[in-house]
C-alpha cells in the first residue's frame, strides 16, 4: 500500500466562558456512525479544504483557504456564523501514512463572546453540546463517547483555562504544535503573513 497524500483541512475550536464565567466549553459534534472518517466521534466543526477555498483570493496559499474552510465548514455543520478575523492558528495535525483517509489539518481557536444557536444538519452531524474541557476528557475516559487524538490533546492544551483572555493570551505566546514535528505538510511560508 502506498502512503495517501493528505487533503488540507481546517478545524475550529468554538469557544466560550460558561455563563457564570467561572470556567470554558467547547462546541462538540457527534458525527453520524455511519461516516467513514470518525464516524460516531464527537469531534470539532471542520472538513476539507475545497478548491472555491483556495480561489477566492487568487493567491493558492493553504493556510488563507483552510480559515475560509474553517468559517464556511462551522456554518454547516453546526449553523454558526464566525468571523474570519477571530481565527487563532494553534495547531496543524496529520493523519500518519498507510490509513486510507489522510488530511492535514489547521487547527483554530474560536473565541465566541456573543451566545450563539447551534444548528446541526441531522445527516452529517447528528447532536452537539457544550461542555469543558475535563468534563469532555473524563466522558472519553470511562468511554461514554470517543474522542479522535486531535481532539483529546487540544482539550488538554485548554482545561487548565477558566476565561477567554487567559487561554487567548496563552495561545497567541505559545508555538503552533505540528503532529508529528517533522511534517513536511506543514508549510508556515505558505501562511502569507
Known sequence: MTDIKPVPAATVV????????????????????KLVFHGGHWV???????????????????YK???????RET???AGIDIDIDQLVHTAHWTTPPKLPRRF????????LKEPATVVVDNDEILEHRWITPRE????????????????MVTL??????RSLDAL??????????VFPKDSTYYRPQEMGC
Open 14 to 33: 468554538v469557544i466560550r466562558e460558561t455563563a457564570n464565567k467561572t470556567d470554558l466549553e467547547v462546541l462538540l459534534l457527534k458525527r453520524n456512525s
Open 136 to 151: 469532555a476528557l473524563a466522558d472519553a475516559a470511562v468511554d461514554k463517547w470517543v474522542l479522535p487524538r486531535p481532539t
Open 104 to 111: 492535514c489539518t489547521w487547527f483554530f481557536l474560536c473565541p
Open 44 to 62: 470539532f466543526p471542520g472538513g476539507r479544504v475545497d478548491a472555491a477555498d483556495f480561489a477566492l483570493d487568487g493567491q493558492g496559499l493553504e
Open 156 to 161: 488538554r492544551d485548554i482545561e487548565m483555562h
Open 75 to 77: 456554518k454547516e455543520e
Open 168 to 177: 487567548l493570551e496563552d495561545a497567541n505566546q505559545r508555538d503552533i504544535r
Open 65 to 71: 483557504a483552510a480559515l475560509r474552510a474553517a468559517v
